[in-house]
């Protein structure tokens, strides 16, 4: 966990701040000199966190853009704003290749909730130290003059839920090569000493990576410890069993149990997640409609239409797994991850070229969604991300 921010700057590192600002369009050079000489009159010590302040106050809108992390990374742009907070792309100031988004919880908000700062604390404790590169990576976690933080990779890519709204039902293929990803991803987890579930597996939680050509699990804001599901999750859970108003999104992919607000903590949550996005992605449905999510809220059984109906011409085999998957009762569903992973290795013996087919169809997405974007009205590469990056954000109050 880092520590507060180094106050020990120079004049000379606002000297070379403000040309990064002026480098990335955040203000001018001539603009942050001013602001330089207007707080040394002062007799204060000029640094970048009082010339953002300057600058804040000149113009609100400016948000976070500009202020310095830790004194390594200088925040860009906000990719996105939910109810707990912000999410920002940020640059490493010595390493200008490296870019990083990064969760901020104000301070404003923490005081207002203060669970709030307990589920950020967790999400950096459970991520830090996680090296598969199927995983989101965390970097660190900590605060900061204005609350706060997660630093997480940034991911130049675009979730499966934008991926399907942009390019279509995805290829048979495709969707069997992110079960195998996002399996191995969750035995990761569950393999872990502290047995992470990540409890939110679902197409908007899903990433393809552009650079990598694969998939990436994202979002470790509701995850916990299989031994440590404490009454914390089970009132998230139990605050939407009956979710008056709108359904959350997460509710369309949330196990039985986790609906029900009655999950111990078991691994067939994260099972039942993975099944639940295949569906949606293989059936373009949702498992269980909102009727459907508030009778079992009420302790009802409810069964789903099996996909080997729903898709009677795909792999029959694939769906076979996935409503296995799907299976109301925990103990119906896969016991195992890798009795899982075994029986989809099975599967990708029997779909010739499968690595092949997949590349090509990899490529042409990146490709289609690279043009996407230099024909958006803003021309923001990171665009795709304002809904993936962390959609994290718009769930964070959610089971």
Same mark, same amino acid.
């Given at each position: 966990?880092?520590?507060?921010?180094?106050?020990?700057?120079?004049?000379? #590192?606002?000297? #070379?701040?403000?040309?990064?600002?002026?480098?990335?369009?955040?203000?001018?050079?001539?603009?942050? $000199?001013?602001?330089?000489? =207007?707080?040394? &009159?002062?007799?204060?010590?000029?640094?970048?966190?009082?010339?953002?302040?300057? &600058?804040?106050?000149?113009?609100?809108?400016?948000?976070?853009?500009?202020?310095?992390?830790?004194?390594?990374?200088?925040?860009?742009?906000? &990719?996105?704003?939910?109810?707990?907070?912000?999410?920002?792309?940020?640059?490493?100031?010595?390493?200008?290749?490296?870019?990083?988004?990064?969760?901020?919880?104000?301070?404003?908000?923490?005081?207002?909730? %203060? @669970?709030?700062?307990?589920?950020?604390? $967790?999400?950096?404790?459970?991520?830090?130290?996680?090296?598969?590169?199927?995983?989101?990576?965390?970097?660190?976690?900590?605060?900061?003059?204005?609350?706060?933080?997660?630093?997480?990779?940034?991911?130049?890519?675009?979730?499966?839920?934008?991926?399907?709204?942009?390019?279509?039902?995805?290829?048979?293929?495709?969707?069997?090569?992110?079960?195998?990803?996002?399996?191995?991803?969750?035995?990761?987890?569950?393999?872990?000493?502290? /047995?992470?579930?990540? $409890?939110? +597996?679902?197409?908007?939680?899903?990433?393809?990576?552009?650079?990598?050509?694969?998939?990436?699990?994202?979002?470790?804001?509701?995850?916990?410890?299989?031994?440590?599901?404490?009454?914390?999750?089970?009132?998230? @859970? /139990?605050?939407?069993?009956?979710? %008056?108003?709108?359904?959350?999104? @997460?509710?369309?992919?949330?196990?039985?149990?986790?609906? $029900?607000?009655?999950?111990?903590?078991? +691994?067939?949550?994260?099972?039942?997640?993975?099944?639940?996005?295949?569906?949606?992605?293989?059936?373009?449905?949702?498992?269980?409609?909102?009727?459907?999510?508030?009778?079992?809220?009420?302790?009802?059984?409810?069964?789903? =239409?099996?996909?080997? =109906?729903?898709?009677?011409?795909?792999?029959? /085999?694939?769906?076979?797994?996935?409503?296995?998957?799907?299976?109301?009762?925990?103990?119906?569903?896969?016991?195992?991850?890798? @009795?899982?992973?075994?029986?989809?290795?099975?599967?990708?013996?029997?779909?010739? #070229?499968?690595?092949?087919?997949?590349?090509?169809w990899a490529l042409s997405v990146s490709e289609s969604f690279t043009f996407w974007n230099s024909?958006?009205?803003?021309?923001?590469?990171?665009?795709?991300?304002?809904?993936?990056?962390? #959609?994290?954000?718009?769930?964070?109050?959610?089971?």
């Amino acid at each position: 966990m880092s520590k507060d921010n180094d106050k020990n700057f120079s004049s000379t #590192d606002c000297v #070379d701040y403000a040309f990064m600002l002026d480098e990335y369009g955040i203000a001018s050079v001539n603009d942050v $000199r001013k602001i330089i000489k =207007q707080i040394s &009159l002062k007799g204060i010590d000029a640094n970048p966190d009082e010339v953002h302040g300057v &600058l804040l106050s000149q113009d609100p809108s400016l948000g976070y853009c500009g202020a310095v992390l830790r004194s390594d990374y200088l925040l860009l742009e906000k &990719l996105c704003e939910g109810g707990m907070g912000h999410v920002y792309k940020a640059v490493h100031i010595r390493n200008r290749t490296d870019y990083y988004a990064i969760k901020i919880l104000p301070f404003h908000k923490a005081a207002s909730d %203060p @669970t709030l700062v307990s589920r950020m604390q $967790r999400e950096g404790k459970l991520g830090v130290g996680i090296t598969d590169n199927s995983i989101v990576h965390t970097i660190d976690y900590g605060h900061f003059q204005y609350g706060n933080f997660v630093i997480l990779e940034f991911i130049n890519g675009a979730n499966l839920a934008e991926i399907h709204k942009h390019c279509g039902q995805l290829p048979e293929h495709v969707v069997l090569k992110c079960a195998l990803t996002i399996a191995h991803a969750l035995k990761s987890l569950h393999d872990l000493p502290a /047995r992470i579930l990540h $409890r939110d +597996v679902k197409p908007s939680n899903i990433m393809f990576c552009f650079d990598r050509l694969d998939f990436v699990l994202i979002d470790l804001g509701i995850a916990s410890t299989s031994n440590q599901y404490d009454a914390f999750h089970q009132s998230l @859970t /139990r605050e939407f069993s009956t979710f %008056p108003g709108q359904c959350p999104q @997460t509710l369309f992919f949330a196990a039985p149990e986790q609906i $029900r607000g009655d999950a111990n903590g078991s +691994v067939e949550i994260d099972f039942f997640g993975l099944g639940a996005a295949l569906y949606w992605l293989i059936g373009n449905k949702t498992v269980f409609s909102e009727k459907e999510i508030y009778q079992i809220g009420m302790k009802q059984h409810v069964n789903h =239409q099996p996909l080997t =109906q729903l898709k009677p011409n795909f792999n029959q /085999r694939f769906c076979e797994i996935i409503d296995k998957l799907l299976s109301f009762h925990t103990l119906d569903r896969y016991r195992n991850i890798s @009795t899982l992973i075994s029986d989809l290795e099975e599967c990708k013996m029997g779909m010739m #070229d499968l690595d092949t087919s997949f590349e090509e169809w990899a490529l042409s997405v990146s490709e289609s969604f690279t043009f996407w974007n230099s024909t958006t009205v803003n021309n923001i590469q990171s665009q795709t991300n304002i809904q993936s990056q962390i #959609d994290m954000m718009n769930d964070f109050t959610i089971l």
